[in-house]
Every structure is written in structure tokens, then in C-alpha cells.
T-cell receptor
């Protein structure tokens, strides 16, 4: 299957700082990318959907000013957690879908964020 | 909200077939049934999908009932590495993947 790479795999940051997570589709052009958050022992929760070149669409209850999403190219989307707090500590996962394939979405390996 | 119902957990003996059920009684005509699995602390892995016909690939088989209101994922010879949370998802291609709680499958020696 297609490959989606997330970076970093894990990050520890101080409360009040911002953290950027990158999601890259390595062997296909991703017209749509999805960002999820997963707390321990829970399922994945969709945060937002981004289409290349346009603003992201956020799910209800997700603060768009706190979780900044940029999808500037067909192979890269970024999620920036601004002014992070300990409650933002979670497992963040991106997913990418190709317009050409337009079937299954492919997932990155996830980023473990710990805010101290 | 997820539109599928799965058992919370299941056990399976190594080498035996694992049959994971999923109910999706409100499925609409253009929705596919997708299965993903998530091994601890990793991103979900695609397994298989189908619309109305049964499907088989190198990983698993998918059996969809004629009325499409339920399906079963079959891992023919489960191994310890198949221990994971399995998600059954209704997906309108071009839409969003919404995850339910999934089934935690434990394959035991």
C-alpha cells in the first residue's frame, strides 16, 4: 500500500510552547488529509479534514485556533498545536487519501505528544 | 458518530480462524464496509473493504450479508501478531473515516 510518514514519532514540550507535526505522503499525491487524536484506551477521534490549497474543515468541538492545519502541497500537511497544555498530550495520527486512488485512506505511524 | 456496532473484545487461539462480526443496520447504498486494525501505539493499517460482494485478499476475507446490514472479517489462521484492535467502518468514498470503538482481538498461544 501507499506510504504516509509522520514526523516526529514522539515529542515532549513545555506547557505554553507550540509543536508542529508533519505528515507526508511519500509515493502518491494526497488531495485530502485527515488529522486524528487518540487518548489512551480510546478510539481515534477525527479532528479535521484538509484539502490541498484550501482551509481545513474542523470537527465540532475542535478549536481551529489551537490546532492549526496547513496543507500547502499535495504531499505535505502540518498540524501545529499552539500554546500546548498537559491536556493536549495525546497520540496524533494523520491519514492521506489520493484522488487518483480514491479508495482507502493510508495512515501515518502517529506522533506521541507529551506536554509537561 | 460511528454507525457500526462491534463486540468490545474477543479471544482466538493461535492458528485458528478469527471471525470478527460487525453490525451496520443503517448502511446506505453508497457506503462501503472498510476494515482497519491498529496494533498498540501505531497508526491504523488497512485490511480490506467491500460493497456487497464477499472479498478476499492476502490478509483476510470479508463476508457481507445479502441485506448488507452486517459483515464478518475472517483472519483464516490467526497469529500472535494479529493481536490488535479491529475497526469496522462505513465509508462513503470521498467522505470521512469515522472510527467506532472497535474489537480488541487477543490471539493466545
Amino acid at each position: 500500500g501507499a506510504v504516509v510518514s509522520q514526523h516526529p514519532s514522539w515529542v515532549i514540550c513545555k506547557s505554553g510552547t507550540s509543536v508542529k507535526i508533519e505528515c507526508r505522503s511519500l509515493d502518491f499525491q494526497a488531495t485530502t488529509m485527515f488529522w486524528y487524536r487518540q487518548f489512551p484506551k480510546q478510539s481515534l477521534m477525527l479532528m479535521a479534514t484538509s484539502n490541498e490549497g484550501s482551509k481545513a474543515t474542523y470537527e465540532q468541538g475542535v478549536e481551529k485556533d489551537k490546532f492549526l492545519i496547513n496543507h500547502a502541497s499535495l504531499t505535505l500537511s502540518t498540524l501545529t498545536v499552539t500554546s500546548a497544555h498537559p491536556e493536549d498530550s495525546s497520540f496524533y495520527i494523520c491519514s492521506a487519501r489520493s484522488a487518483r486512488l480514491n479508495t482507502e485512506a493510508f495512515f501515518g505511524q502517529g506522533t506521541r505528544l507529551t506536554v509537561v | 458518530d460511528a454507525k457500526t456496532t462491534q463486540p468490545t473484545s474477543m479471544d482466538c487461539a493461535e492458528g485458528r480462524a478469527a471471525n470478527l462480526p460487525c453490525n451496520h443496520s443503517t448502511i446506505s447504498g453508497n457506503e462501503y464496509v472498510y476494515w482497519y486494525r491498529q496494533i498498540h501505539s501505531q497508526g491504523p493499517q488497512y485490511i480490506i473493504h467491500g460493497l456487497k460482494n464477499n472479498e478476499t485478499n492476502e490478509m483476510a476475507s470479508l463476508i457481507i450479508t445479502e441485506d448488507r446490514k452486517s459483515s464478518t472479517l475472517i483472519l483464516p489462521h490467526a497469529t500472535l501478531r494479529d493481536t490488535a484492535v479491529y475497526y469496522c467502518i462505513l465509508y462513503n468514498q470521498g467522505g470521512k473515516l469515522i472510527f467506532g470503538q472497535g474489537t480488541e482481538l487477543s490471539v493466545k498461544p
